[in-house]
């Protein structure tokens, strides 16, 4: 949501040790309605496809957001989760833990009453998205039981390169579930830590392991693991893959797609095979890759239809049924390199700006700009011509001149410099007119 970051450049506010951020002139206090009500519009057009009969929040800061994007929803009704049981609920409710970032990550209870929430509806869950997220976990954590989770080992992150567990992991914690965190499931290149995983897994007693963007090869013992599920209970291990497969098995579905300017992609749920993405496919759900598209905002979007899907899945676990990927139509998205990252100017506008889409978060398209590199975020393409590289214009935009057309950059960095818009941008590098990146 650029429209939504730009509002918080420009009226947030931080506050304690670079903490919290208090946006209380257009959402937590005083509410831009009509503001609200374009954010509202853009959860429709991210769930586009997807039925939607209630939206569920907590309150009280994402009231606001929820009843605003209802309207967006053909008006579905929005219910709240309370954080104080009065005596208008009844004992029949959902109860759940949950922590309050603003508050020190102080846990206190929150409920639901069970008369606004229904088997087999369709639910939104939208909270105040500029806090932790622990809320809308916490609210979808009473289907089916998790046994185990496997994930990454934690990466050193941020400038004091401190170790940080994976999302999943810090989900898995919260909600008291055993996590193993092997750096390979191969016997031969881990022997202890594999095998451990591995016995862990064969002894969790579970219906069927979910693969999710794990990133590590997993061996026939992992995928035979589980007991199965599905019509002939041969469905032991389900992969979320993040493309309408056969189009794009591999490693970079998203960023490939943006890349190459396909108009459409999805999530297909796959019976897993030894293969790379070979597996029989068992659900589909398919998404529009918008113009406005970087691989951060489809990634997201992907991530909820993902979740989505797995839901329906498992909700007819035992009558799903599966069928043979066709021969034709495979491709396969190569992982995305960082000597992929300098902009070829040459090139017409709308291949470059797909790229520099597609490149973000990794490795961010790069140009260089009087002997220095810089990133390009988000672009744009516009009607201009010019010598590949030439600035057109500088000034509250940067227009950059490509092989046929040129992009409008709208969001650039500079090494060791926050993100800034192009306005910013020229500022701080004196860029003007006729000069030409590299």
Request: charged content about 25%; overall charge negative.
């Amino acid at each position: 949501m650029e429209a939504l970051k730009q509002r918080i450049q420009r009226d947030g506010k931080i506050r304690g040790n670079n903490e919290v951020l208090k946006v209380d002139s257009f959402l937590n206090h005083q509410m831009d309605v009509a503001f609200l009500e374009e954010i509202g519009r853009e959860f429709r057009r991210r769930f586009a496809g997807c039925q939607v009969d209630r939206i569920l929040t907590i309150e009280a800061s994402g009231i606001g957001i929820a009843c605003l994007a209802a309207p967006a929803f053909d008006h579905v009704p929005v219910v709240f989760a309370k954080k104080n049981k009065t005596k208008n609920i009844d004992g029949n409710v959902y109860l759940s833990q949950v922590e309050s970032f603003t508050q020190g990550k102080r846990p206190y209870p929150i409920f639901v009453s069970k008369e606004f929430l229904h088997p087999g509806e369709r639910v939104l869950l939208i909270d105040d998205f500029l806090a932790n997220g622990s809320a809308l976990s916490a609210l979808i954590d009473a289907g089916h039981e998790v046994c185990l989770v496997l994930t990454q080992p934690d990466r050193p992150s941020g400038r004091g390169m401190k170790l940080k567990p994976s999302a999943v992991k810090e989900v898995a914690l919260a909600h008291n579930i055993p996590v193993l965190t092997p750096i390979s499931l191969s016997v031969k290149r881990a022997p202890e830590e594999a095998e451990e995983a591995l016995v862990a897994l064969e002894n969790s007693g579970a219906d069927v392991l979910i693969v999710a963007a794990y990133g590590l090869i997993l061996p026939q013992r992992a995928l035979d693991a589980a007991r199965g599920i599905g019509r002939d209970g041969d469905i032991k291990s389900i992969n979320i893959h993040g493309s309408i497969l056969p189009r794009w098995r591999g490693a970079a579905p998203v960023q490939r797609a943006i890349e190459t300017g396909d108009a459409v992609t999805g999530i297909t749920l796959m019976k897993m095979e030894a293969g790379l993405d070979t597996g029989p496919m068992i659900l589909k759900s398919e998404t529009a890759i918008t113009d406005t598209d970087t691989s951060v905002t489809l990634f997201e979007r992907l991530t909820e239809m993902g979740a989505e899907l797995i839901v329906k899945a498992l909700e007819q676990a035992d009558s799903l049924t599966w069928e043979a990927q066709p021969e034709e139509g495979v491709t396969y998205a190569e992982k995305i390199l960082k000597s992929e990252a300098p902009i070829d100017w040459s090139l017409p506008a709308e291949v470059v700006a797909r790229r520099i889409r597609a490149f973000n978060p990794f490795p961010f398209a790069t140009a260089v700009l009087k002997g220095e590199t810089v990133k390009i975020r988000n672009a744009a393409t516009i009607d201009a011509c010019g010598k590949p590289g030439e600035v057109l214009q500088a000034g509250h935009r940067l227009i950059v001149a490509c092989g046929s057309g040129a992009i409008d950059c709208l969001e650039l960095q500079r090494a060791g410099k926050p993100a800034m818009p192009a306005a910013a941008f020229v500022q701080s590098t004196g860029l003007t007119v006729g000069d030409v990146l590299q």
